[in-house]
């Protein structure tokens, strides 16, 4: 069976009326006891006192009857003799068995019989006309005297007796007026103890549901449920409560899900956006870069064979090496290559950075891998390595070493390009980390931006590109993308030109 507030009620009122009628019943049969009690004692007197009056009125009627010998008198005598007898029988049947009482009453049933059969010998005598008739009518009247006397003692002791039963009942009536006082205050108690109770089980679960709605309302979706405090109604509005909480919480992760989906759609169309951007910067500094590619390489030609008439080894060697830069950018530009062919153009371009700075730059490449059927987008380690120099061994006076490790681990790739220059100011790493704008070289080189997106589109974003740096020690630019092996996977389309 469910309790609900109405049940509870019920059973309440119930228990109370209930409670009330079994106090009032018993103090209705109190009082009825101590009425009959008190009516008892009544009725003792009473009985004694009728018995008393017709004993006198008996010896009144028989002094008439022996003085006028009157047939009236006779009837009287007669009549009350066997009244005399009954109310006896009363006086005993209503007396209490103390030992004095008994005496009493058994002197009285002795002294009675003894008197009624001297005034039956005078009245017989009497009828008889016998002068001695008052003989027997004198012995009678004398016992007559003590059976008086002895109704009076026994009516004192029953008066001595029914006070102290008064006492008692006195008593016994303030016990039952302290009962129905103390049974007042407990139910009185017991009403307020329920209202209290009652209430309680009705406003704390409320206050409850009010607080968390109002931290609901304020905007804090994580609240705990509410405790189920009942299994009556408001036990249910309890219940509904927690499960209208668990909807909203759920639509409002949802709307974050949706709202987070949303916001990486935008990035990824401000990305695009950018890409979009970069890609018509490249496209246009290499329509500016291709300025009759084939009058060039044969002006390089050209000059190379001139250095070598002159017997200039060192122009010579830096006109080829500047002939094949040229010709692996207009070759390979917008094109995935082989990690192999990356690194010979690298080189290259150190080759070219070593004649100018002579000493003061220094060259280390480990390799462990092999790297020929690697596949990698095109210039992606010249501008890392031309930031390197430019930004950091460059401005140092001493120069520095540059170092390129390509190691494998697993699937993975791992290519790290590190100088010992300047290192960055903490505000460029930051904006470079956070894909700000990063630093360019001058007109020659795509920048670590476009490296980084470049990788990001040619390995769909499994590619790492990490930067480390420490100003006055140098920089680490740290890059890890999956092995893609040569002729498998190549950038077509528009990602040809980023």
Not at 153 to 174: C, D, E, H, M, P
Not at 256 to 266: G, N, P, S, V
Not at 336 to 363: A, C, D, K, M
Request: proline share 3%; aromatic share 10%.
């Amino acid at each position: 069976m469910i309790w609900t507030i109405r049940n509870k009620q019920l059973a309440f009122f119930a228990a109370l009326i209930g409670v009330i009628s079994f106090f009032n019943l018993y103090s209705q049969y109190r009082l009825s006891i101590l009425l009959d009690e008190f009516q008892d004692n009544l009725d003792s007197y009473f009985t004694m006192n009728q018995y008393l009056i017709e004993l006198r009125t008996l010896r009144g009627s028989m002094n008439r009857f022996i003085r006028e010998g009157s047939l009236e008198s006779l009837k009287e005598v007669m009549s009350l003799k066997d009244e005399l007898n009954v109310t006896l029988e009363r006086v005993d049947r209503q007396s209490n068995t103390s030992l004095e009482t008994y005496f009493l009453l058994r002197a009285l049933r002795n002294g009675q019989g003894v008197c009624l059969q001297k005034y039956m010998e005078a009245i017989e005598m009497k009828q008889k006309g016998v002068p001695s008739s008052y003989i027997p009518y004198y012995a009678g009247d004398r016992i007559a005297e003590y059976l008086e006397g002895y109704t009076s003692q026994l009516l004192n002791i029953r008066l001595s007796q029914g006070n102290q039963s008064y006492q008692a009942l006195t008593n016994r009536v303030k016990s039952s007026r302290t009962l129905m006082g103390a049974l007042f205050l407990f139910v009185s108690v017991l009403s307020i103890g329920f209202a209290i109770l009652f209430t309680n089980s009705l406003t704390r679960p409320i206050q409850r549901l009010a607080v968390t709605a109002e931290r609901m309302a304020g905007g804090d979706l994580d609240t705990p449920p509410v405790p189920i405090s009942s299994r009556d109604e408001v036990g249910i509005l309890e219940v509904s409560f927690n499960r209208m909480r668990e909807n909203i919480q759920r639509m409002f992760r949802e709307l974050q899900d949706k709202a987070e989906l949303e916001k990486r759609l935008h990035t990824e169309e401000l990305r695009n956006v950018e890409m979009e951007r970069s890609l018509k910067e490249a496209q246009f500094l290499n329509l500016q870069s291709q300025i009759n590619p084939h009058f060039l390489f044969n002006t390089l030609n050209l000059l190379s064979r001139s250095a070598d008439f002159e017997r200039a080894p060192q122009t010579s060697e830096l006109v080829r090496s500047l002939s094949h830069l040229f010709r692996y950018s207009f070759r390979k530009h917008g094109h995935s290559v082989s990690l192999q062919e990356e690194l010979e153009f690298v080189e290259e371009y150190l080759r070219i950075q070593t004649l100018r700075f002579g000493n003061r730059i220094r060259y280390r490449r480990r390799c462990t891998v092999e790297v020929e059927p690697i596949s990698i987008p095109a210039f992606t380690l010249e501008p890392l390595v031309e930031n390197a120099l430019l930004y950091g061994l460059e401005p140092k006076e001493e120069g520095g070493v540059l170092r390129i490790k390509i190691s494998r681990r697993g699937d993975r790739i791992r290519v790290r390009v590190l100088d010992t220059g300047l290192g960055m100011e903490e505000e460029v790493l930051k904006s470079l980390e956070g894909n700000g704008d990063a630093l360019r070289t001058s007109g020659k080189g795509i920048g670590l931006k476009n490296v980084r997106a470049r990788l990001r589109i040619f390995f769909d974003a499994q590619e790492e590109f990490k930067i480390y740096s420490k100003k006055g020690r140098g920089t680490l630019v740290w890059i890890s993308f999956p092995v893609v092996e040569k002729g498998n996977r190549a950038m077509q389309g528009d990602r040809e030109h980023v």
